[in-house]
């Protein structure tokens, strides 16, 4: 799989939202912050698919925008969108707001591919009507985010993007041969939430690679893992509901975790859609054709796994701190479990079931522990994870707490021991490549400036020399 990425890696968004994720295996749907009966039904359509959109991923919950999309060409910052005459989209008319989502053309410049219009591109005129109707309600800030967009040449002329929205803005979806609930399923995932995005790798034009429909990409740091129904690589074992309960928790007890970006797409998306469109969404991913990719999920014998030492002392903060103190003086503290407990014991508990009252995220049977691909969980230790919501707890980074043999200890430690693999050899190496990475932007991006001023001075000589032929033909004559 080439890694071509668009990285999505937005930046922690403080968010004004109050309800805490939804916990637990029972799932009820969540009410929607921006609903209110005092609204049409119209614009309570709209705020519903602003959350069904993502729109406060990247524009804020507040829609005055700031967040960074990190993209191979530079940051790309979210735009206020609250109807602000001067700062926001106040002057926006409903054909303007339709432009910009399913053509990327605002009123007087092109949109970058960083708001994902193609994606919008499908998006029905109601909905768009009922967003428009919606936006018109969101208080009006008179603020510019803080950063502005400057890429550098040749990506600063915006004009640009005509050409690659012609290579790349995909036709409507072929939607037959779909159930009415898989159709519903298939709008929800390519047309508002977008999903493909993040899970679809990119092409040599950065514009997403069909051939390979969510079948994981890399984001940056972050693995956005196989997504089709694939046993081995993709999700091919979870069933509806379990898709249905990921989408609305972020969790699967001893398998998934969404801590990273998926955190955020649930924290601010799909934990508040209605059962129906969780399960449209489930039943229509069943449907993706399945890809095998070499990223394998290691199956874990969840009878095999480390169980609690006792149910109480997961719960029990005091007694869990007596314990892992314990487990530490019983222990070699340059061993690999000595380093776990001493750099991770403190929040994952001594047996991988961390806090879950204080959601310190239980590791034991996480898929991201799984992969035959190390690269995920060493990311996510040597960068931390910023809490997907303004309440979940954030862990650190120890990139300069551990050197690379450290890393790959733990890593090794936390794959057999939580993650159940027979056996596990992460090297330092393996380690000091997840540190620095190859540049793996597309060659068209990489040499972008170059070619472009290559394309420039070819012109010129083409120019010149259709003059000098023009003159000397004058002269013979
Ligand atoms: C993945 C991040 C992301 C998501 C999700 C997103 N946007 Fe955007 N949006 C951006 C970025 C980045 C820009 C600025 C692009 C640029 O500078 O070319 C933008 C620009 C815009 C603009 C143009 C504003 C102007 O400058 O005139 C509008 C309108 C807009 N977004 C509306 C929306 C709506 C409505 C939604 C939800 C349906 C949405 N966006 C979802 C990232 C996003
Ligand atoms: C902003 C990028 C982004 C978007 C948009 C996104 N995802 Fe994800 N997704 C990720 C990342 C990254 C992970 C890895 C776990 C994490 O972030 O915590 C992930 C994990 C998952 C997983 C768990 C897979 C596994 O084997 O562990 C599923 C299922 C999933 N996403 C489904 C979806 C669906 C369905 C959508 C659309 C509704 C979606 N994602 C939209 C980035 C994204
Ligand atoms: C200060 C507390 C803290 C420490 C120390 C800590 N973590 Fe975490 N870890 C967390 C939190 C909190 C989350 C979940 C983040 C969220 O909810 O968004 C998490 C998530 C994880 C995940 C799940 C990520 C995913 O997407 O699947 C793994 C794996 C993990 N930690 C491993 C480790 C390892 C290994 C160490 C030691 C090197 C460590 N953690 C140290 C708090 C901590």
Redesign the pocket.
């Known amino acids: 799989m080439k890694p071509l990425y668009m990285v999505?890696s937005m930046l922690a968004i403080g968010i004004t939202s109050s309800a805490a994720m939804a916990e637990g295996a029972s799932v009820p749907s969540a009410s929607l912050p921006n609903v209110s009966p005092a609204n049409s039904d119209l614009v309570n359509r709209g705020a519903y698919i602003?959350r069904a959109?993502?729109?406060m991923?990247?524009?804020r919950e507040d829609y005055t925008g700031g967040t960074a999309?990190e993209t191979p060409m530079g940051d790309?910052?979210?735009?206020n969108?609250t109807p602000s005459k001067r700062y926001g989209?106040g002057n926006?008319t409903e054909a303007d707001?339709k432009n910009?989502?399913q053509k990327g053309r605002?009123p007087n410049h092109m949109?970058?591919p960083?708001?994902?219009y193609p994606s919008?591109n499908g998006m029905t005129d109601e909905d768009i009507s009922a967003?428009f109707a919606y936006?018109q309600t969101v208080p009006a800030v008179d603020e510019k985010p803080e950063y502005e967009?400057k890429l550098p040449f040749p990506f600063n002329f915006r004009f640009l993007m005509l050409g690659w929205n012609v290579l790349n803005l995909p036709a409507n979806e072929n939607r037959e041969g779909l159930s009415a609930t898989e159709q519903r399923g298939e709008y929800l995932v390519n047309n508002l939430a977008h999903c493909g995005?993040c899970h679809t790798p990119r092409n040599s034009t950065m514009g997403v690679d069909d051939s390979k429909y969510l079948a994981g990409a890399q984001l940056g740091t972050w693995h956005a893992p196989n997504i089709t129904s694939d046993e081995s690589s993709g999700i091919g074992s979870w069933s509806e509901q379990d898709i249905v309960t990921y989408l609305r928790t972020g969790e699967l007890d001893q398998r998934v975790f969404a801590g990273g970006p998926m955190g955020e797409v649930v924290a601010h998306s799909t934990r508040f859609l209605e059962d129906e469109d969780l399960g449209a969404i489930a039943s229509y991913l069943k449907a993706v054709p399945a890809i095998q990719t070499d990223d394998k999920v290691n199956v874990a014998d969840v009878s095999s796994l480390k169980r609690p030492i006792n149910e109480s002392i997961t719960h029990d903060l005091i007694a869990q701190k007596d314990y892992l103190a314990q487990a530490k003086a019983n222990v070699d503290s340059s061993s690999p479990e000595g380093l776990y407990l001493a750099a991770c014991g403190s929040c994952h508990g001594v047996d991988g079931y961390g806090q879950p009252d204080a959601r310190y995220a239980p590791i034991v049977g996480l898929s991201s522990i799984r992969r035959d691909n190390p690269a995920s969980l060493i990311n996510v230790i040597l960068h931390g994870v910023d809490g997907a919501t303004n309440t979940s707890p954030i862990m650190p980074g120890f990139s300069d707490e551990l050197d690379s043999a450290q890393i790959a200890d733990i890593s090794n430690y936390v794959r057999v021991n939580f993650g159940g693999l027979a056996n596990s050899n992460v090297s330092a190496a393996d380690v000091d490549s997840v540190i620095s990475p190859q540049d793996q932007r597309p060659f068209l991006i990489k040499y972008a400036g170059i070619l472009a001023t290559l394309g420039i001075i070819a012109v010129l000589l083409i120019i010149g020399l259709i003059i000098w032929n023009m003159v000397r033909k004058k002269r013979t004559h």
């Open positions: 999505l602003a959109a993502d729109c991923a990247c524009h999309i790309i910052y979210a735009t969108i989209i926006y707001l910009a989502l605002a949109l970058y960083a708001m994902p919008y967003l936006l967009t995005t």
